[in-house]
């Protein structure tokens, strides 16, 4: 086995031999392997008998890249069972050293059976790997004969010469004949056998057309409809109609071409020889009405407000039957090609029909070079136009020199395809850009909301400006996606990419993006997201049905109700992103490395978040406050309004809202009013005067503690002698409220009902006295001497207060 895994061998037999009890999927991979070994073979020999014909190479390479990801799928469907096995072979053990008790023989057979089935694991995967690298280069092969071969058509060499002419008009008047015949027949056929069927293939095909041009023109008329009482439409209206009355339009017809040529083909009313003509008949209508469109859109020819371009309206009209003619002579190029690659007619007829084409696309630009188009100094359209700037007049020169050179001198091929690009991807470029202008505008700050659909949205939902604003951001991305969805596969198709060629590209895109040795899969990507976005909805139900159906009809507390619809909006959030990311094709395994990077950040920087985030979990499950709760925390008081896992919201009395990290209300003393219950006991201070009695102030106090509204009776108010003030006796009331919050109206109304009760026994609340002593110098003591006739003693700087001429002052 060692030997077939270094050369590479794909015999799996004796592996299989070795393993009697293997698992049946080892078996079908062993199959499945072979099978692809074989198909393999027989591309790789079908590769050179077709290497002219790059339709049958576009089919080969597809071959060859779905046995290339039916081998990848089986080595990534082995590993699975490969770490199972693993696994097991470490739970039993190495095998007993020699002079170690021996072990059971069911387990020395299991170890047996396992190391067997790991080798040809290994086995398989060798080989799924070996055959897909196989398969890989014989894909690059064909990619690269497939280029050789474009490039070999492209700048082929032809002989142009008087012979030329002479055999392809000769060939010409028989090929005509022959194409006569051939549709002739074919009608008559159709009429006789096949005219129910060819009248429900047009009929199902109109009936697709007109639901999609019934729907475009229902939902997006206004915007492909050029009022004509607008005058002076600004430039994002240009715009938009512009680019939608050249999309909507195509779309439908194009609709129609590809319905009534699947139903045609479906309803066997083509035959093999009359299929290719008439698809590229459909294509020929479809690439004209596409111009037309187009270029009447920018052009805009008979209605110059709505013109994109300073052109005057001769230029307009000019240069608008120019690219028409162009789009024509291109069209019947590719009708014409086909007819005689059906017909199988002589090669001669494809050289001179692509040399006629490419001659008079050139001179058709050459032409254009020398018109006058551009708007009058002035700005009126009407008058006579100026000529193109000389740079874009020699670029136009040029290149319609070079196409009618290039034809003339025998590269007739390149003259052609550079003719098709100059038509086809030129008017594809212009709409992509028209779509992208278009986009941009309507993404444009407050633009949206101008619009007519702006305004029919804002008025249907009731939008507000920043929901309308964020709503045209949105369909501006959409707009721009949109055209390049619609523009890049034309392009694509116009370069000489195959339809298949663009199936194959786009399932690389979305399914096998590879960044050096990880794979990304765009599929796989959306449906993590969208299993994500779905996982945050069905979370979010629950919690709205568990808080507003169960807890809420349990009456539980709205703390308690908090926690919980907390808890799970984190619990299904975690979920949903587990879900998500498996379902990406994100090995979870791979997350070790993140939470590694996470430990570190956590050691380096993270202490605080980490911190705040454990403490915001500990709050949510031990509840020393909840939501609603009146706290009072360092220099913060307030109620809570919302617990998070990084930090608490409490709203002050002020109705400003302090965010407090939450592992600042573990680590310090929080002080909850409402903690276990709202019972509170508040207590009110008040003064009476000296001469007052004081049981008489008690009584009063007591009744008037009991006379109030909110005061609870048990336990009852009581009244406390608190001591003698400096200008007061002081006395405190202590009463008990049942709910904490409506303490403040209860103080109210105690301190009021104490004022009437005091003034209407006239005791009175004293102010507060304080006594000021007055400290003198020499000069004014001898003043005060003087006035009073006595003498004080030298150097006697003593305090007033002590002596009979001093004056003591008492101010309330």
């Known amino acids: 086995m060692a030997a077939c895994l270094v050369c590479g061998s794909f015999a799996v037999t004796p592996v299989l031999a070795q393993a009697p009890a293997a698992p049946a999927q080892l078996e079908q991979a062993g199959k499945s392997i072979e099978t692809a070994s074989q198909r393999l073979n027989s591309l790789e020999g079908q590769i050179e008998g077709r290497s002219t014909n790059d339709a049958a190479l576009t089919e080969i390479k597809a071959q060859i890249d779905s046995i290339v990801r039916d081998l990848l799928k089986i080595s990534v469907d082995l590993r699975p069972r490969f770490n199972e096995v693993k696994s097991r072979l470490t739970e039993l053990g190495e095998p007993p050293a020699e002079g170690e008790p021996a072990e059971a023989p069911e387990i020395t057979d299991e170890r047996n059976r396992l190391n067997a089935e790991r080798l040809q694991i290994n086995a398989l995967t060798g080989q799924a790997e070996d055959l897909s690298i196989r398969g890989t280069t014989l894909s690059n092969s064909v990619t690269e004969i497939r280029r050789q071969l474009f490039a070999d058509e492209l700048f082929k060499h032809t002989d142009i010469s008087a012979d030329v002419f002479a055999e392809a008009s000769g060939a010409f008047v028989q090929e005509a004949d022959r194409f006569g015949r051939v549709v002739s027949s074919w009608y008559s056929f159709v009429w006789k056998f096949k005219r129910a069927a060819l009248g429900a293939a047009v009929t199902l095909s109109l009936v697709l057309a007109l639901a999609l041009a019934f729907s475009e023109y229902r939902l997006f008329g206004n915007l492909i409809r050029r009022s004509r009482t607008r005058g002076n439409p ?25 319905s009534s040529y699947f139903f045609l083909d479906v309803f066997n009313v083509l035959r093999a020889d009359i299929a290719p003509i008439v698809q590229a008949l459909f294509g020929f ?61 002589p090669i001669v007829l494809t050289v001179v029909k692509s040399l006629i084409s490419s001659v008079l696309v050139g001179l058709i630009i050459f032409i254009v070079s020398f018109l006058r188009p551009v708007t009058d100094a002035s700005g009126d359209p009407a008058l006579r136009g100026r000529p193109w700037p000389r740079t874009l007049a020699i670029s136009f ?11 003339l001198t025998g590269y007739v091929g390149f003259a052609r395809f550079m003719a098709t690009q100059i038509v086809v991807t030129g008017a594809v470029l212009v709409t992509v850009y028209l779509g992208i202008l278009s986009g941009k505008a309507i993404s444009a700050p407050n633009r949206f909301g101008e619009t007519l659909v702006g305004r029919r949205l804002g ?94 009809r349990s009456h539980v507390d709205g703390g308690v109700r908090n926690s919980v619809r907390t808890a799970v909006g984190y619990l299904g959030t975690a979920l949903a992103g587990l879900i998500g990311i498996s379902a990406a094709g994100i090995d979870l395994s791979s997350l070790a490395l993140v939470a590694g990077a996470l430990s570190l950040g956590i050691g380096f920087g993270l202490q605080n978040i980490v911190s705040n985030f454990v403490s915001g979990l500990i709050l949510l499950a031990e509840r020393p406050f909840k939501v609603g709760d009146w706290v009072a925390t360092g220099t913060t008081e307030g109620f809570v309004r919302r617990i998070s896992v990084r930090a608490t919201e409490i709203e002050t009395f002020q109705r400003q809202s302090i965010i407090v990290p939450n592992s600042e209300l573990i680590n310090a003393s929080v002080g909850n009013w409402t903690h276990r219950n709202r019972l ?21 106090l007591q009744q008037a503690a009991l006379e109030q509204e909110g005061v609870l009776l048990t336990p009852e108010p009581f009244v406390i002698f608190l001591g003698f003030g400096a200008s007061s006796l002081d006395f405190q009331v202590c009463l008990f409220v049942p709910d904490i919050l409506d303490s403040l109206a209860v103080k109210n109304g105690v301190r009021i009902s104490i004022l009437e009760k005091f003034r209407a026994e006239g005791i009175e609340i004293p102010y507060q006295k304080h006594d000021v002593n007055l400290f003198v110098r020499e000069v004014v003591q001898t003043e005060l001497g003087r006035a009073t006739g006595a003498k004080l003693p030298d150097g006697d700087h003593g305090q007033l207060q002590d002596r009979p001429e001093a004056d003591t002052v008492t101010r309330d």
Not at 397 to 407: E, K, T
């Open 459 to 552: 008025q249907r939902f009731a939008l507000s400006p920043v929901a309308l604003d964020q709503t045209g951001l949105a369909a501006g991305l959409l707009i721009y996606a949109f055209a390049i969805a619609i523009g890049l596969p034309l392009i694509l198709f116009s370069w000489g990419f195959s339809p298949r060629d663009l199936q194959l590209l786009a399932y690389q895109a979305f399914t096998e993006i590879s960044i050096g040795s990880i794979r990304i899969s765009l599929v796989g990507i959306f449906g993590g997201i969208l299993l994500f976005v779905l996982g945050l909805l069905a979370t979010r139900w629950f919690q709205k049905w568990l808080d507003g159906s169960v807890m809420a």
């Open 397 to 407: 020169r040029l290149v319609g020199l070079g196409l009618i050179l290039a034809a």
């Open 285 to 345: 209508v479809g690439l004209v009405v596409f111009v037309s469109l187009l270029a009447t859109a920018v052009l805009a020819p008979r209605e110059p407000d709505w013109r994109l371009v300073r052109l005057s309206n001769k230029g307009a009209r000019d240069l608008n039957f120019a690219v028409l003619m162009m789009a024509v002579i291109n069209g019947l190029d590719y009708v014409v090609g086909s007819a005689t690659e059906a017909l199988s007619s």
């Open 234 to 258: 600004n430039y994002m209206s240009r715009l938009s109609v512009a680019f939608w009355s050249t999309i909507l339009p195509t779309l439908a017809l194009g609709v129609f071409l590809i």
């Open 680 to 700: 509170a006991r508040i207590d009110v201070v008040v003064g009476a005067g000296y001469d007052s009695d004081p049981r008489k102030v008690m009584e009063l």
